[in-house]
């Protein structure tokens, strides 16, 4: 038996990032975790933002952004940046976030983020309570740490975290990889 619920987002678990960004000379980073792959080709990305948010109009005005991929080491700042405001406290210092400059647009990216994407925003849909930051990816800075030797992206190397229903997770356990529901099995010789 199944029940009924009203309409809403019930797509979980989500990734869960810190999205840094600048504007002239005001740096912030706060928590999305409403966002997304686009597309392909060209790589396009996506984060919704609540326009009440302080880095809304940062980031409306710069049109750039850079998505932080975060992880086990970054759960408590996950949590504080997504509820503090940049208006009231330096979100870098307060949870001792390491940063250094993107490579192709004019906005901060944290060290300690295994996966940075630096991102120059194409459209803002104005969607009802979020709205739709559009944007093509100009660049992505990978920690070497989580490069296997034949240059795959171990991004597991970096215990990355999720959100779902309020509540942080981690990843500790592969059910599959692409495909293998299909794939053919080895004989055995």
Request: proline share 4%; net charge positive; hydrophobic share 35%.
């Amino acid at each position: 038996m199944k029940q009924s619920w009203k309409p809403g987002n019930m797509l979980y678990p989500l990734p869960v990032v810190l999205v840094t960004c600048r504007h002239e000379n005001i740096d912030n980073v706060f928590t999305v975790a409403w966002t997304g792959t686009i597309c392909t080709n060209p790589a396009m990305v996506y984060i919704s933002v609540r326009p009440e948010r302080y880095s809304y109009e940062l980031i409306k005005k710069s049109k750039v952004f850079t998505i932080n991929l975060t992880t086990k080491k970054l759960v408590k700042a996950v949590d504080f940046c997504g509820v503090r405001s940049g208006r009231q406290v330096n979100k870098f210092e307060a949870m001792q976030l390491e940063c250094q400059e993107a490579q192709t647009i004019n906005c901060p990216i944290l060290k300690d983020s295994p996966v940075n994407i630096e991102c120059k925003v194409n459209d803002i849909l104005e969607l009802g309570s979020h709205h739709m930051f559009i944007a093509t990816v100009t660049n992505v800075q990978v920690d070497e740490n989580c490069l296997e030797e034949n240059g795959r992206l171990a991004l597991e190397k970096s215990d990355p975290i999720v959100y779902s229903h309020g509540e942080y997770y981690d990843l500790n356990q592969v059910l599959g990889s692409f495909g293998y529901s299909v794939r053919k099995k080895k004989k055995k010789k």
